[in-house]
């Protein structure tokens, strides 16, 4: 089965700190690719990252990184001095060719609120 | 603008009625995706369509379905709405596979009264 958890409900932050999003994944398939995708108050899911099971380089743009280590299944994003336009929810998300990538799960999602 | 088309934006209607959600993909893309997502559910993958054929179904009740157009738009039908229908209802499309994520529309708003 394939399934991500994104056990942090609610993030508050004051704006400037660094905060770090948990993802944890689970899938039988050795060939996956992870997602995460940012939804801002406007509702619209924006892409952000792609990463497949192969790459686990850590990827960083600008005041995001991400880090991804298959030996934990943990796909983990952080975002540094953060800034109140980063307030949205951000999903976590997985595909793998067991299922031909016909279906991304979405974690539940982390709300995150930076305070200015 | 993501490339994906979703209309309406927004959509009041009673309990017992029907309705259709139309969405057209970014251009050259052939598959299009459905979720729902809800305060409770998070975002439920409802149904996949490739190139006007029905590719994957998800968490789809026998009330909804869905389809695929030649000009590869597609719609997805709502009947015998129920309040727990309320959601927004989001429309993805990708080239062939889901390999480099999805392009997600701005999604349509139902309420369910």
């Known amino acids: 089965a394939q399934k991500v958890t994104q056990a942090q409900t609610e993030i508050s932050v004051v704006e400037k700190e660094d905060v770090t999003l948990d993802c944890v994944y689970e899938?039988?398939?050795?060939?996956?690719?992870l997602f995460w995708y940012k939804q801002p108050p406007s509702g619209e899911l924006v892409f952000l990252i792609r990463?497949?099971?192969?790459?686990?380089q850590n990827e960083i743009s600008g005041r995001y990184s991400w880090n991804f280590q298959k030996s934990t299944s943990s796909f983990n994003f952080t975002i540094t001095a953060s800034q109140v336009v980063d307030s949205a929810v951000y999903f976590c998300?997985?595909?793998?060719?067991?299922?031909?990538?016909?279906?991304?799960?979405f974690g539940a999602g982390t709300r995150l609120t930076v305070k200015p | 603008d993501s490339g994906v088309t979703q209309t309406p934006k927004h959509l009041i209607t009673a309990t017992g009625q029907r309705v259709t959600l139309r969405c057209s993909p970014r251009?050259?893309?052939?598959?299009v995706y459905w979720y729902q997502q809800s305060l409770d559910q998070g975002l439920q993958f409802l149904i996949q369509?490739?190139?006007?054929?029905?590719?994957a179904k998800g968490n789809i009740l026998e009330r909804f379905s869905a389809q695929q157009f030649p000009d590869l738009h597609s719609e997805l039908n709502l009947s015998s709405l129920e309040l727990g229908d309320s959601a927004l209802y989001f429309c993805?499309?990708?080239?062939?596979?889901?390999?480099?994520?999805?392009?997600f529309g701005s999604g349509t708003r139902l309420t369910v009264v």
């Open positions: 993805a499309s990708s080239q062939r596979t889901g390999d480099y994520g999805y392009t």
């Open positions: 899938t039988r398939d050795t060939t996956y690719y």
């Open positions: 990463r497949n099971s192969f790459d686990e």
């Open positions: 998300a997985l595909s793998s060719r067991l299922y031909n990538n016909n279906d991304m799960r």
């Open positions: 251009s050259g893309d052939l598959s």
């Open positions: 369509y490739y190139n006007g054929e029905e590719r």
